[in-house]
């Protein structure tokens, strides 16, 4: 069972709120991710660091912004929400060592947006 | 076009019996493949991670094959119980960087029934 956590794992909100999803892992993992997984589709990433201070948009653009002050916490913030940000984002980390490293996913959150 | 094809996209089969799943990939130079089990709700757990020299990787009742001549990995499960309901994801990781970009299909949604 891996040691990361996400926070709420429901949030239904309304539009133009300001929202954070929070993304904490016990591991000591360097390297965390923001994957964003609509129904039936591919997970895109899209934020990642590679450890604190540091922090890197993915391949999907989003509105969102993320920190990395502590190795261990990577929260993701919408300034404001918009029924277009409806969808699960999940958190994942690994270690930076090598590419055969596995993620560690965390239980996702799940975003609705009226 | 996504680098990552899996087939089919979705199956259903009766509990105690096998099943192969597919995925097609392109990626290229690559790295490493791995198959990943997500239950509803919650995320991406790795069952297995197979690099370019490994043909056969198992994880219990689960098998995976890799042919990297022709880009085609499958993964078998023998058995099966009601608890593999889940979809399943095959992640492909290029060796274009020294930490790897991930490739993500879209799943294979497994249903077991009684």
């Known amino acids: 069972e891996a040691d990361i956590y996400q926070t709420p794992r429901y949030l239904v909100i309304g539009t133009g709120k300001k929202i954070t999803l929070e993304c904490s892992q016990t591991m000591g993992h360097d390297k965390m991710y923001w994957y964003q997984q609509d129904p039936g589709m591919e997970l895109h990433l899209i934020h990642y660091?590679?450890?604190?201070?540091?922090?890197e948009k993915g391949d999907l653009s989003s509105e969102s912004t993320v920190s990395r002050i502590r190795t261990e916490h990577f929260p993701l913030t919408l300034e404001s929400a918009r029924p277009s940000h409806t969808s699960q984002y999940l958190c994942?980390?690994?270690?930076?060592?090598?590419?055969?490293?596995?993620?560690?996913f965390g239980p996702g959150t799940r975003l609705t947006v009226l | 076009k996504n680098q990552v094809e899996q087939s089919p996209q979705s199956l259903i089969i009766l509990e105690g019996k096998n099943c192969t799943l597919q995925?097609?990939?392109?990626?290229?130079?690559?790295?490493?493949l791995r198959w990943y089990k997500q239950d509803t709700g919650r995320g991406p757990v790795s069952l297995t991670i197979m690099t370019f020299s490994e043909n056969t990787k198992s994880n219990g009742r689960y098998t995976a094959t890799l042919d990297a001549d022709t880009k085609q990995s499958s993964l078998h499960i023998t058995a099966s119980q009601l608890s593999d309901s889940a979809s399943y994801i095959c992640v492909v990781i290029d060796r274009g960087s020294t930490l790897g970009r991930l490739y993500f299909g879209r799943g294979t949604q497994l249903t077991v029934w009684p």
């Open positions: 995925c097609n990939y392109t990626v290229s130079p690559f790295s490493n």
């Open positions: 660091s590679y450890g604190v201070n540091s922090t």
């Open positions: 994942a980390s690994s270690e930076v060592v090598r590419s055969t490293d596995t993620q560690y």
